[in-house]
């Protein structure tokens, strides 16, 4: 079986500030991890994606993500938050299901 | 540049009513997948179809039915709403097959609100 906990449902942060969003994987075989974001009323929107090869991944907008298979962990981060990045933020892994099991969100808001 | 197009974008149904909702993608993916998000829980998968001609269920298939009509299209039945159904569905597509290593490309959403 395969699932992802998100810890944090909501995430506040001052714009310029660092944005650190969790995430924790399980899976039983060696996992492709992803980390989407939704803005409102909007479809989901692929940021990174982690498919075996370089451990820090670039995604858009500024944001990365690093593998660390000892942690089973895939945190999303961004050095310097910015008003636009306001939204919900799924990480998802595909491991032995084969199909992308997705956390339950991060609500991420920034602030003046 | 459409990528995945779903209809309708809103619905209100009575409880027993019956509706489908389309998607369709013109990416040539081979895999389709129907999800539903609710507050709190992230997406839950409902039905999968790894490529045309096959479906399969994922982890809440209940109430729901699915039909791979060709490539590019993917319906999800309703046969009889219930509140419990109230929910956005979002299809996706993936042009990996069923390991989804290259990630989904999502529609924007249905808004079903059965009452």
């Known amino acids: 079986a395969q699932s992802v906990t998100q810890l944090g449902s909501h995430v506040s942060v001052s714009e310029g500030a660092l944005v650190l969003l969790r995430c924790n994987y399980s899976?039983?075989?060696?996992?492709?991890l992803f980390w989407y974001v939704q803005y409102p009323n909007q479809g989901l929107q692929l940021l990174l994606k982690?498919?075996?090869?370089?451990?820090l991944v670039k995604g858009i907008n500024g944001f990365e993500a690093e593998f660390k298979k000892s942690e089973t962990s895939f945190h999303l981060t961004k050095p310097s938050a910015h008003m636009s990045d306001a939204a919900e933020y799924f990480c998802?892994?595909?491991?032995?299901?084969?199909?992308?099991?997705f956390g339950s969100g991060t609500q991420l808001t920034v602030l003046p | 540049n459409a990528g995945v197009t779903q209809t309708p974008k809103f619905q209100v149904l009575k409880t027993g009513q019956s509706m489908t909702l389309q998607c369709a993608q013109d990416m040539n993916h081979n895999s389709m997948y129907w999800y539903r998000q609710d507050p709190g829980m992230g997406l839950r998968l409902i039905y999968y179809s790894a490529s045309e001609g096959t479906t399969d269920k994922g982890e809440v298939p209940n109430g729901y039915n699915v039909s791979r009509l060709n490539k590019r299209e993917f319906s999800l039945r309703l046969e009889s709403a219930a509140p419990s159904q109230t929910s956005v569905y979002f299809c996706?597509?993936?042009?990996?097959?069923?390991?989804?290593?290259?990630?989904?490309?999502f529609g924007s959403g249905t808004r079903l609100t059965v009452v």
């Open positions: 996706a597509s993936s042009e990996g097959g069923v390991t989804a290593a290259y990630g989904y490309t």
């Open positions: 899976s039983s075989v060696p996992p492709y």
């Open positions: 982690y498919t075996s090869a370089a451990t």
């Open positions: 998802a892994v595909t491991g032995s299901a084969r199909q992308l099991t």
